[in-house]
């Protein structure tokens, strides 16, 4: 009877963090209502709404997801709404893990207070395939550390097997939103499956593989099959950015491609020397066409197969004035409202955007360093090789791997030099900064002995795990 009081003490405590994260999702919701949107967030929502044809040149499923939103709920508001659900649910997750792994209190309201700092909280309202991506990575990491917290335990193969799917519903879609995101999504998969097994053999790492390569391809091919998504092609805008910066003009004039396409290179390479833009040159330099990129991609694909290895060291030299532009001089560390736009939709809450824009970009002036690219890969590449001796130590180093593979992966593709390009890295750098603080107070676990099978979830009528086999 004596102990009572102590654990419904601790009973109320688990309560805490969950009324701190609904409290901070109903006001991220508010602060965010009803969603801030670029022109890139209005196309898609007018793809959504069917005031556009679906298209291929951001991934459509966002669209798609949106649009099933609006059907259910009746409002295009919903899916501001829904990431913030999504990214609160996550922390709070991962605040009650944190908890219960390091019976540390603090550690679990340290958890949720990452999602309140100026360079995370910045876009979690802003409706972005970037966002969508590092949220959905997030919500991966939260069902690991679930699979963290009851691996030692004796937890049922359909449990187990029931969290590998959630969070590889997560991780697809992660990299079906953000096409270059397989690179961040590959380690925090190889996280999972650590977390539920801790010794995985080679036949569950085939089967859960084969899982995530399911869920993947899929949606993919279902997507493909009945949306039937304009193609745009719109990978050729990287290689035309390369042909317009790395050929001289003089080259251009000689290309053995249709007068047309040569005029329009030409013409590209002038106007980006003139205004000064050192990429996007679709976008800021280039005379499009009526049917986009799709007209000319062949031609510019093959131009560029057949002139950049001819001119690998100028390439290579370009490739890193951008990338060094978007470690050093990282644009674009706020989203202000609602742009510009012909739907009538506004800032529900403009003095509550005028807080915000103050609070982050007044961060943006005085700690400038934590907006910048550079930090957040010296960051992950700390936390990839130093990863800590503790409980977290296995994942810490996914989380660095998985940011510092994403920083890196846009050095062949990186269209401009804004914030939200590293935007999962920061919130990944910065969990897996408390993860390393918190995981020095508790010691690692223990291995497993030989030949144990306890965190296996047997039972006497239940064989071994096949991953043992």
């Not at 990491?141 to 937890?155: H, I, Q, S, Y």
């Not at 700690?367 to 296995?394: D, E, N, Q």
């Not at 804004?418 to 408390?434: D, E, K, T």
Request: aromatic residues 10%; hydrophobic residues 50%.
């Amino acid at each position: 009877m004596g102990q009572m009081p102590w654990l419904s003490r601790v009973r109320r405590w688990d309560w805490a963090p969950a009324a701190v994260a609904a409290v901070c999702c109903l006001g991220t919701i508010l602060v965010f209502a009803p969603g801030y949107l670029s022109p890139d967030s209005l196309d898609q929502l007018r793809q959504a709404e069917g005031k556009s044809p679906l298209t291929d040149w951001h991934p459509p499923v966002l669209s798609l997801v949106w649009r099933a939103l609006i059907a259910v709920t009746g409002s295009f508001a919903s899916m501001a709404v829904l990431q913030s659900v999504v990214f609160w649910g996550a922390l709070w997750v991962l605040a009650r893990c944190v908890r219960e792994l390091t019976a540390s209190r603090a550690g679990s309201l340290a958890v949720l207070g990452l999602g309140l700092t100026p360079f995370v909280l910045t876009f979690v309202g802003v409706v972005w395939k970037d966002v969508h991506t590092a949220f959905a990575l997030l919500a991966a990491c939260a069902v690991a550390f679930t699979g963290l917290r009851l691996r030692d335990g004796r937890t049922p193969p359909a449990v187990r097997w029931g969290l590998l799917w959630l969070g590889v519903l997560f991780l697809a879609y992660a990299m079906l939103v953000r096409k270059n995101a397989f690179v961040a999504a590959i380690p925090v998969f190889v996280m999972l499956v650590l977390a539920l097994w801790r010794a995985p053999g080679r036949r569950t790492w085939v089967t859960c593989t084969a899982a995530l390569v399911a869920a993947v391809v899929v949606p993919a091919a279902a997507i493909s099959l009945f949306a039937r998504p304009l193609q745009t092609k719109q990978g050729a805008q990287i290689m035309l950015d390369d042909l317009v910066h790395v050929l001289k003009v003089e080259e251009l004039r000689s290309a053995d491609v249709p007068p047309e396409l040569r005029d329009r290179l030409v013409a590209a390479a002038r106007e980006c020397r003139r205004v000064g833009a050192l990429s996007d040159a679709y976008w800021a330099c280039y005379e499009r066409p009526a049917d986009g990129l799709r007209g000319d991609s062949g031609e510019i694909t093959s131009l560029w197969l057949r002139e950049m290895s001819g001119h690998l060291p100028h390439y290579l030299q370009y490739r890193l004035r951008l990338f060094a532009g978007l470690l050093f001089e990282t644009d674009y560390p706020y989203k202000a409202g609602v742009s510009r736009n012909d739907l009538g939709i506004e800032v529900a809450h403009p003095r509550l955007e005028d807080m915000l824009d103050t609070y982050v970009t007044g961060m943006v002036t005085d700690v400038r360093w934590l907006f910048r690219g550079w930090f957040w890969l010296a960051v992950a590449l700390v936390l990839a090789i130093r990863p800590g001796k503790g409980a977290f130590a296995m994942p810490v180093r996914a989380l660095g791997i998985s940011s510092a593979a994403y920083i890196l992966g846009y050095l062949p593709i990186m269209p401009a030099t804004n914030f939200r390009y590293v935007y999962w890295p920061v919130i990944a750098c910065s969990l897996g900064l408390l993860l390393l603080l918190l995981g020095r107070r508790t010691p690692p676990p223990r291995p497993a002995p030989p030949g144990a099978t306890a965190d296996r979830a047997v039972t006497t009528r239940q064989p071994a795990d096949a991953g043992g086999q």
